[in-house]
């Protein structure tokens, strides 16, 4: 499977010819692609990218403000690419079993109004994880000391970390 998704990740393929490539390596397990599973391409500086290659999607989901299907793009020689596949054995849809809580973090780069905290430790918090993690997501134990966790509660509520 991800052989066949690696050699054919070459220059000059288009996005939906990628998706194409991933769907056939999946059906060929027996298995089938969870629905919303997509492809971006990356850019500098950034863990998201535009939606590029919608692998498994219902037909009621609408991605991309109100786009039913995402553009089709080449692939250039430098690109990065995140193949994002999860699969499944059963009829697509994915479920939540023995929820737990979320320990991995990102920042999101263009909401940096550290004015908005109002306590004292979020706002160390935040320079702290702007400091170390400026673009990549991480884990919350990067931060041991209890001050520093506490601080994350209040950038969440502000939407300052997902």
């Given at each position: 499977g991800a052989c066949v998704i690696a050699k054919s990740l070459a220059p000059g393929?288009?996005?939906f010819s990628l998706r194409d490539h991933i769907e056939k390596a999946i059906l060929s397990?027996?298995?089938r692609a969870v629905d919303g599973t997509?492809?971006?391409r990356l850019f500098r500086y950034s863990s998201d990218g535009s939606?590029?290659?919608m692998i498994s999607h219902r037909e009621e989901q609408v991605i991309n403000d109100n786009q039913m299907s995402p553009p089709d793009?080449?692939?250039r020689e430098g690109d990065v690419w995140m193949i994002d596949c999860l699969v499944t054995s059963g009829d697509g849809h994915a479920r939540m079993k023995n929820h737990k809580n979320t320990t991995i973090f990102r920042r999101l780069a263009e909401n940096n109004w550290i004015h908005l905290l109002n306590l004292g430790y979020s706002r160390d918090f935040l320079n702290k994880v702007i400091?170390?993690?400026p673009v990549?997501?991480?884990h919350i134990r990067d931060f041991p000391l209890a001050q520093d966790r506490a601080g994350l509660g209040e950038c969440i509520k502000r939407r300052l970390i997902l």
């Open positions: 393929v288009r996005a397990l027996g298995c997509v492809s971006r939606t590029q290659a793009c080449l692939v400091a170390r993690h990549m997501p991480f």
